[in-house]
């Protein structure tokens, strides 16, 4: 994985530190209220070329508005950005991404009807030499820009809808490459990447910067902090808390600034011994297709009550594919599936879910929630409460479960009629899990759990999987985070393309040897 981008000798002071060049943006004392209410107050931040600077805080610390200030596509109703030492106002993103401004957001933008090399070069198109789409250098250019990140088996012909989360997630890093930015804002761009696909994009930001390209990394995971930036600023309630050289500060510093308290993070203790064997997953393989290779060939593991199973490997595996099964939203080709030892195939979600079974999707805005409705009808979705007649939901008895994991899990909400999306993705979590933990499942599939999540929410997350599972459900995590699966699980199986590989103790692991068997890099 790349480092942070030495300094040319030539550029060093005196002192011996690095001569900060002018800065490309500056933003002064932004202020900026949302129906009365300050999210940002008196926020100062500036950039300079080649600057990597960590833009960090808990999920509603303002990071998001900073970002929508500074790429048009909010107003400040205080303060002031410049550029190159002159004021500015972008009335819209256009105008910011005019000015040398390109944003990779965590809420993927793509248009799903588009191919991938139409999606990365939505908006600049190449013309020809007679004004029309320079269709073949455009889709020549697609596929350079995504060898950069290591994608060179994508088709650039494929329609975006057909990818995964992870591959949308590097065609929306690739659609930033190719517009030759002076800042590129990137939000939460790791959150559905492999570690291989990692270490590729952190050899594209250190290129970048090496460039003079400035960039503003907004990431929870402080291993990326600490290998790509060089400056830091931590917001806190709206206000810059914390900021300085991301060499001067431990790790738990900066954990500390962010959450405003120390916060414990690191492997799960043994807990009770696990029961019975309830999910058992033999030799399962997706149907066969000339179109596309099959995602999941030969996979097979178990998972016991009370215990928290990890799935690792790198996107692509079938990991997610495998969940996809056992959940009943992809077909089953061949192999079986036993839940406490009574053979099932689910056909479909609805069935899976009388069967016992509950999924917590990577995919939360898209899979996991009905954004524009409220929390207590989100938390209601997989029937959190059984109805009182045949077509008669208990509402009351549902605001009331509601009301007592909000409570318990100091959930943070204005009202549970509140839309879900008002909540921080941390929140959403612990809603959506709350779901399942009321409607009692006997397996849970939790895939990539704190996706987008800050740390103190993060512990959270995880302080919930091991509740679950200490209340004998067994609990089957999917994670491309390598700390978390070790952090979590009791057990951990090895996916490497399709199959099954590798199967050791949570307690023996190491991130090293997972990655051996996840990449076939054995010693």
């Given at each position: 994985m790349s480092t942070a981008v030495r300094p040319d000798p030539a550029d060093v002071a005196e002192t011996g530190r690095p001569r900060r060049p002018e800065p490309f943006v500056t933003a002064t004392q932004l202020v900026k209220r949302f129906f009365g209410v300050t999210v940002l107050d008196g926020i100062s931040l500036s950039l300079a070329p080649g600057e990597i600077r960590a833009l960090l805080g808990e999920n509603g610390a303002g990071k998001s508005t900073v970002i929508n200030l500074l790429?048009?596509?909010?107003?400040?109703?205080?303060?002031?950005?410049?550029?190159d030492g002159q004021a500015v106002h972008f009335d819209a993103?256009?105008?910011?991404n005019r000015a040398g401004i390109s944003v990779i957001r965590q809420e993927l933008s793509l248009f799903p009807e588009l191919s991938v090399a139409e999606a990365i070069f939505a908006g600049h198109q190449p013309v020809g030499p007679f004004g029309t789409v320079d269709w073949k250098g455009m889709?020549?250019?697609?596929r350079a820009a995504l060898a950069q990140l290591g994608m060179t088996s994508l088709d650039v012909n494929r329609p975006v809808s057909s990818l995964s989360i992870a591959q949308q997630q590097m065609v929306e890093i690739a659609r930033a490459l190719t517009r030759r930015s002076r800042l590129v804002i990137m939000d939460e761009p790791t959150a559905s990447l492999s570690p291989e696909e990692v270490g590729?994009?952190?050899d594209i930001v250190a290129r970048l910067a090496r460039e003079g390209v400035a960039i503003l990394y907004v990431s929870h995971r402080l291993d990326e902090i600490r290998n790509f930036c060089h400056t830091y600023t931590v917001l806190r309630d709206g206000r810059m808390v914390a900021e300085g050289e991301v060499s001067s500060v431990s790790n738990a510093g900066l954990i500390r600034a962010m959450a405003g308290r120390d916060v414990e993070i690191g492997r799960k203790t043994q807990g009770a011994e696990p029961g019975q064997v309830v999910l058992d997953v033999s030799h399962l393989a997706a149907p066969y297709s000339r179109r596309s290779p099959a995602r999941v060939r030969d996979v097979s593991f178990h998972v016991r009550a009370g215990e928290i199973v990890g799935l690792a490997g790198i996107v692509g595996s079938g990991r997610t594919e495998t969940a996809n099964m056992i959940f009943g939203i992809d077909p089953i080709g061949s192999g079986e599936i036993r839940l406490q030892g009574r053979s099932i195939a689910p056909s479909s979600v609805s069935e899976a879910?009388?069967?016992?079974?509950g999924l917590v999707?990577?995919?939360?805005?898209g899979l996991a929630i009905l954004p524009e409705r409220s929390v207590a009808e989100n938390f209601a979705l997989a029937g959190a409460v059984r109805p009182k007649g045949l077509f008669l939901n208990d509402r009351a008895s549902e605001r009331t479960a509601l009301q007592a994991f909000v409570e318990r899990l100091g959930i943070r909400l204005s009202s549970v009629d509140a839309p879900i999306t008002t909540l921080s993705g941390g929140n959403q979590q612990k809603v959506i899990l709350s779901r399942w933990i009321a409607r009692e499942p006997k397996i849970l599939i939790v895939d990539e759990p704190?996706?987008?999540i800050d740390i103190g929410a993060k512990e959270d997350v995880h302080s919930l999987i091991r509740d679950i599972a200490a209340r004998g459900v067994a609990v089957l995590v999917i994670s491309s985070d390598?700390?978390?699966?070790?952090?979590?699980?009791?057990?951990?199986v090895v996916f490497r393309e399709g199959r099954s590989v590798f199967e050791i103790a949570g307690s023996e692991a190491t991130a090293e040897t997972l990655m051996a068997h996840m990449t076939r890099h054995h010693g």
């Open positions: 790429s048009g596509v909010h107003q400040a109703d205080e303060g002031e950005i410049a550029i993103p256009l105008n910011a889709r020549r250019d697609a590729h994009l952190g879910i009388a069967e016992g079974i999707p990577e995919d939360r805005k704190t996706r987008g390598l700390p978390e699966v070790l952090s979590l699980a009791d057990r951990i």
